[in-house]
């Protein structure tokens, strides 16, 4: 089972940059997809940033350009960096990881969720 903890939010004022953290714990073979997602109040729970197991990244059009994914080289660690962010990127920020756990299964955790609001 693996637990995902996030760190890096806050408040930033329009056109700052924050930095997201994710950490993987537990016990689990290798970690395959990492993503970011956010949800707005009042709104459904959006992707921002995938990361494949072959290093290709996807992004939302609303932060292509301005905001990156990457991981560490153990890949038990993603990150979110965040620039020109925008009043309408306030959200809770959640990470997910898809990991191949016993038997070879793959299984979902997702982080507690790290609040960013980006004042204007």
């Known amino acids: 089972q693996v637990q995902l903890v996030e760190s890096g939010g806050g408040l930033v004022q329009a056109g700052g940059s924050l930095r997201l953290s994710c950490a993987a714990f537990?016990?689990?073979?290798?970690?395959?997809?990492m993503e970011w997602y956010r949800q707005a109040p009042g709104k459904q729970r959006e992707l921002v940033a995938g990361?494949?197991?072959?290093?290709?990244?996807n992004y939302a059009d609303s932060v292509k350009g301005r905001f990156t994914i990457s991981s560490d080289n153990a890949k038990k660690r993603v990150y979110l960096q965040m620039n020109s962010l925008k009043p309408e990127d306030t959200a809770d920020y959640y990470c997910?990881?898809?990991?191949?756990?016993?038997?070879?299964?793959?299984?979902?955790?997702w982080g507690q969720g790290t609040q960013i609001t980006v004042s204007s």
């Open positions: 537990g016990t689990f073979f290798t970690i395959e997809d």
């Open positions: 997910k990881v898809t990991y191949v756990g016993s038997m070879g299964a793959l299984y979902d955790a």
């Open positions: 990361l494949t197991s072959d290093g290709s990244t």
